[in-house]
Nanobody
Framework: QIYLQESGGGSVQAGGSLRLSCKVS????????MGWFRQVPGLKREGVAAIFTGGDITYVSDSAKGRFTISRDRATDTLYLQMNNLKPEDSATYFC??????????????????????WGQGTQVIVAS
């Protein structure tokens, strides 16, 4: 079983930055898709970034493009989400996910939450205007 533990959330002013971390432990597949999703209560979960562990191919949603960067440290089995120029609409609980489906050397559906089988508990991000 895989364990995912997020950290790094907090409160920040608009225009500020945060870096989220997701520590991975336990059993993992050899290659798979990992992602960051966010959710506001009452709204649909939204995928913001993903990475294919087989070659570190990355995906970033349109809403996050140019501001968010996903990366992975293989040595420490940690997934990161660097978030810059944060906006109030980025406020949400952010979740790390793993074991997303892969196909043709990449993530099959990087922003589709149902493709992922494992999830962390989430870390909250609040961006004040």
């Amino acid at each position: 079983q895989i364990y995912l533990q997020e950290s790094g959330g907090g409160s920040v002013q608009a225009g500020g930055s945060l870096r989220l971390s997701c520590k991975v432990s336990g059993y993992t597949y050899i290659t798979y898709c990992m992602g960051w999703f966010r959710q506001v209560p009452g709204l649909k979960r939204e995928g913001v970034a993903a990475i294919f562990t087989g070659g570190d191919i990355t995906y970033v949603s349109d809403s996050a493009k140019g501001r968010f960067t996903i990366s992975r440290d293989r040595a420490t089995d940690t997934l990161y989400l660097q978030m810059n120029n944060l906006k109030p609409e980025d406020s949400a609980t952010y979740f790390c996910s793993a074991h997303g489906f892969i196909r043709n050397g990449g993530c099959y559906a990087p922003f589709q939450g149902s493709d992922y089988t494992d999830w962390g508990q989430g870390t909250q991000v609040i961006v004040a205007s």
